[in-house]
Every structure is written in structure tokens, then in C-alpha cells.
């Protein structure tokens, strides 16, 4: 990979990894609502669970929905489907108590590694990702090369989101103002999945 080919990339990378996406709202919503350390395995769960997205699209899982384009669109209505019950879940949370996992504690490193590959955003970024900055000549390597910095960029981001949270928390101050916050950004998911209700009918 050149060096104008790594710059682009990592610019891509950054503005892909910071927009707001299920994941970031979701980090948002796990920072406001348990705090930094209990949302840690979250947020490693998606830099786990994306590489290995990652890299698998990479080394030939993409191909597979090529050829059987109905396992994308089953796949896409699930992770739209499991989008939606976790809006519902943040829509009816308390203001004391997570919603995330609708059982009183953020969520998991396997949870949120796991919700990657119904996550519509983290698609997106990972077969654009792929189709844009690999270089044939050395496919393999800049796959993995690519699944790396991926990682590495979008850490910051997911702090940032986090800390964003604890931050907002201070400001919130009452269950009452918690409750609000929780319903925006369960509103926010739902917004985030417009792009997928409108490839559906396209």
C-alpha cells in the first residue's frame, strides 16, 4: 500500500469510524447510562468483531453474498430487526437503569463483537473498505493491513463516544432528563436504518 493509498485510507477510516452509526449511538447510550469500565468490553467487543468482519470479507465471506444475494437481504432484515428491539429496549429503559442489553448491565465483548455482523453500518464500511484500498498485487496483506488500522483508528473513536457519555451524564442530572436522553437516542437508531428501509425498495 503507497503512501497516499495508507493517508486516503486512514482518513477514510476515521471519518467512517467517528459518524455517528448504531455503534457510536450505542456507546453514547452505555456511557450515560453505566459509565466508563463497565462499558470497556463494548467497546472491544466492536474492535474485535470488525476486524474479524474484516477480514473474513476480505478473504472471500463477500463472495458468498454474490452468489446468493438472499443471504445478504435475510441477513440485512435481521440486523434491522435486532436494531429496532434494541431501539424499543432504550425506548422503554429507565433513567437509572441500562438499556442496552434489557437486562440491567451494558453490553458483553461477545455481544457486541456478534452485532457487527448484523450491524448495516459495519457492512458498509468493511466491503467499502475492501473494494477500495486493498491492492491486488498484494491482496491478502493489505486485507489484513486494512482490518488493522481499521481498528486501530476506530479506537479513539469508540472512546470518544464513550467519554462523550460519562461527560453528558454530569449534565443530565435527573432520572427524568436520563429517560429523555435514552428515547433520543432510541429515536437516532431508528433513523440510522433509513438508508437500509430505502436500499430495500430501490
Not at 196 to 202: C, K, M
Amino acid at each position: 500500500m503507497s503512501g497516499s493509498l495508507l493517508a486516503a485510507f486512514v482518513l477514510f477510516a476515521f471519518v467512517s469510524s467517528i459518524t455517528p452509526g448504531p455503534n457510536n449511538i450505542m456507546l453514547l447510550a452505555s456511557g450515560v447510562n453505566y459509565g466508563w469500565r463497565p462499558t470497556l468490553p463494548h467497546i472491544f467487543g466492536i474492535k474485535v468483531g470488525f476486524i474479524i468482519m474484516v477480514v473474513l470479507v476480505g478473504l472471500g465471506f463477500g463472495q458468498v453474498f454474490e452468489r446468493s444475494p438472499m443471504v445478504y437481504v435475510v441477513l440485512k432484515w435481521l440486523g434491522t430487526a435486532y436494531l429496532l428491539w434494541l431501539a424499543w429496549k432504550l425506548f422503554n429503559a429507565g433513567g437509572s437503569v441500562g438499556p442496552i442489553t434489557g437486562e440491567g448491565k451494558p453490553m458483553s465483548f461477545l455481544q457486541a463483537a456478534a452485532f457487527q455482523w448484523v450491524n448495516p453500518k459495519a457492512w458498509t464500511m468493511s466491503v467499502a473498505a475492501i473494494a477500495t484500498y486493498t491492492v491486488p498485487d498484494a491482496f491478502t496483506t493489505s486485507v489484513f493491513m486494512v482490518a488493522l488500522i481499521y481498528g486501530l483508528v476506530g479506537l479513539p473513536s469508540s472512546v470518544f463516544w464513550t467519554v462523550s457519555g460519562v461527560g453528558l451524564k454530569r449534565f443530565l442530572g435527573n432520572e427524568r432528563l436520563v429517560r429523555g436522553f435514552n428515547v433520543a437516542m432510541a429515536l437516532l437508531l431508528i433513523v440510522s436504518l433509513i438508508p437500509t428501509f430505502v436500499s430495500a425498495f430501490h
